[in-house]
């Protein structure tokens, strides 16, 4: 298997990713040589074997929809590299 | 005498019997990190304000409280990819650069609760990925023993800080051996527990089905107490587990005869050091001396698990991380034209080398048309390995194996192949992948490096665990002895 620049750049669209000539070049070896170690994975026979996406058994956790103590606006603004008002500020769309 | 070299049961005896007070033993911390961490360079973020007046409030309550928490007055380190309320916290990214998280991570909650002091942030590579802290974005940290070395990871600085002195204890997350493996490294003890025993919240997501919170310490009481302090349900996971935990210091009384423990075979593979595999041999000896049963055992899914691991991690990385966008904190770049523009620029600059690889790997991963062959097929093969375990775990209360297959290594040897990096977690990641706790305890030395032996058990079974250690821990008696300059 081979990973061609085309893929890495759809990858690194998908990804939202801005990357170098140099970094695809180095991605696509490198993908490719952990894919092909990962591969081996496909060896196993995992008929019929449920997968797992959890190691413990825990299922739905529900509760309340209740208003709690959260963040207030100013602490949840705090971080924000731009904001407008009581907003976070974003470039145009 | 000099107080940073105290262990936390030492520490909160003399705390307790007024011999010290919090404020004499933070300042000594602080004055040892001052004298070390120059070398060492485990801390991000050294918080002397904030630790001394901790530990002011940690005196008053001394005088005070009668039967005070066993953490009161103790400082310890964090691992800076937990969220620490004030404190910066920047997963050794430049994607974080300058965030203060407005809110403190469970786990903080708890042990501030407790009254630990809290004396700063450690190293790490960035936002956990990888083995060697190397990764970093900030510094790279040296391993006590061997300032040429590299301490491990991704805990990397906590385990340093430890190791060289300059904390009592310290909080590390593992999400393939991020405790486990440097601890192993370091000398020091390393506890990763049950998935869903101690709180997420608050710690940056790296692999959520994976991660998890557990403490690095001098020796295995303490990883006890530690592990006491942080264990709880907690309704802001939804992954954490209601389970009332036991009196874990009690356990440690337990000892190991009648315990039987299986080794699996699959572990002491080719690329495990002739050193290590005498270290662990003695080990063998050693428990069979003490009563325990030992017996040889195959896991045969478990030459799946790191390939598993390296489709799983990174697909769930991949979407975790997605969230550093530039909108709501962090580094956003500057001069993009349009909000696309503006994501890719942000994480193109805020990003290091192997986040982006794992990023990349991870979504090409989970794309349509390889999402069945790589992470489906990953997924069940998860299922196997757990049943593997499950099945192991009829004939045996406790598994071992090294915790590493080769001690530390130098730094900058493994940096251009990432794959030989990966290889380093080989013997942690099962464990992981089946949400089962296990340890790691130095039990020696391979040319002036510490050795780790690792003991895993069933979910929940810490007890089993420690109180093994615990026995195998005071026939060893390994002296944590780096020989730092200063």
Not at chain 1, 78 to 87: G, H, I, L, Q
């Amino acid at each position: 298997m081979s990973i061609s620049k085309e893929e890495v750049e759809h990858i690194a669209l998908l990804a939202r990713l801005e990357l170098s000539e140099t970094e695809k070049e180095l991605f696509a070896r490198q993908l490719d040589q952990i894919l092909e170690h990962a591969g081996k994975i496909e060896e196993l026979d995992t008929k019929g074997v449920e997968p797992t996406a959890h190691a413990l058994p825990v299922v739905n956790v529900f509760r309340e929809d209740k208003v709690g103590k959260e963040l207030d606006l100013e602490a949840a603004l705090a971080n924000a590299p731009d904001r407008e008002d009581d907003s976070f500020g974003v470039p145009k769309i | 005498m000099d107080l940073y070299k105290l262990t936390i049961e030492q520490a909160a005896a003399k705390l307790k019997a007024k011999e010290i007070t919090s404020v004499e033993l933070t300042k000594s911390i602080l004055d040892r990190i001052e004298k070390v961490d120059g070398q060492v360079k485990a801390f991000l973020f050294i918080d002397r304000e904030g630790a001394l007046a901790q530990a002011k409030e940690a005196d008053k309550r001394l005088a005070t409280e009668k039967d005070g928490p066993i953490l009161l007055g103790v400082p310890v380190a964090v691992k800076d990819n937990i969220c620490t309320k004030g404190v910066p916290t920047t997963c050794a990214s430049k994607i974080l650069n300058g965030f203060v998280p407005p809110y403190d991570a469970t786990v903080i909650k708890a042990l501030k609760g407790e009254g630990a002091v809290i004396v700063g942030k450690t190293n790490l590579d960035e936002f956990a990925m990888g083995s060697s802290t190397e990764n970093s974005e900030k510094q790279v940290t040296g391993n006590p023993w061997d300032l040429k070395r590299v301490p491990g990871g991704s805990s990397g600085g906590s385990a340093a800080s430890v190791a060289a002195d300059e904390a009592i204890g310290a909080i590390g997350s593992d999400t393939g051996g991020s405790i486990r493996q440097p601890a192993a490294f370091c000398g020091v003890v390393g506890l990763k527990p049950t998935y869903g025993l101690v709180s997420r919240y608050g710690l940056v997501a790296f692999a959520s089905s994976l991660d998890q919170i557990g403490p690095l310490t001098k020796n295995v009481t303490d990883a006890a107490i530690m592990l006491q302090a942080i264990t709880g349900h907690d309704t802001s996971d939804s992954t954490s587990l209601e389970y009332q935990p036991p009196n874990y210091l009690d356990s440690l009384k337990k000892g190991i005869k009648g315990l039987k423990f299986g080794i699996p075979k699959e572990l002491f593979g080719e690329g495990c050091q002739d050193e290590i595999r005498d270290s662990i041999q003695n080990m063998i000896k050693l428990i069979e001396s003490l009563g325990g049963e030992v017996a040889e055992t195959s896991l045969s899914t478990f030459e799946y698990a790191l390939p598993a691991y390296y489709i799983i991690a990174p697909a769930e990385a991949s979407s975790n991380l997605s969230r550093f966008d530039g909108v709501r904190y962090g580094h956003r770049a500057k001069d993009a034209e349009g909000m696309i523009d503006s994501y890719k620029k942000t994480r193109a600059e805020g990003f290091g080398s192997e986040v982006k690889r794992r990023i990349m790997l991870g979504t090409y991963a989970l794309t349509a048309g390889y999402y069945d062959a790589y992470y489906g097929q990953a997924q069940k093969v998860r299922t196997l390995i757990i049943k593997d375990f499950t099945d192991a775990f009829e004939k045996f209360d406790l598994l071992i194996s090294p915790t590493t297959p080769t001690t530390a290594f130098e730094i900058g040897a493994k940096t251009d192949d990432p794959l030989q990096m990966y290889l380093s977690d080989v013997c942690t990641i099962p464990s992981n992948l089946a949400g089962i706790p296990a340890i790691s305890i130095p039990v020696g030395l391979a040319g002036g490096l510490p050795v780790g032996l690792q003991i895993m058990g069933k979910h929940f079974d810490e007890s089993t665990i420690l109180s093994a250690a615990r026995a195998l821990e005071k026939e060893v008696d390994f002296k944590i002895t780096p020989e730092l300059a200063g």
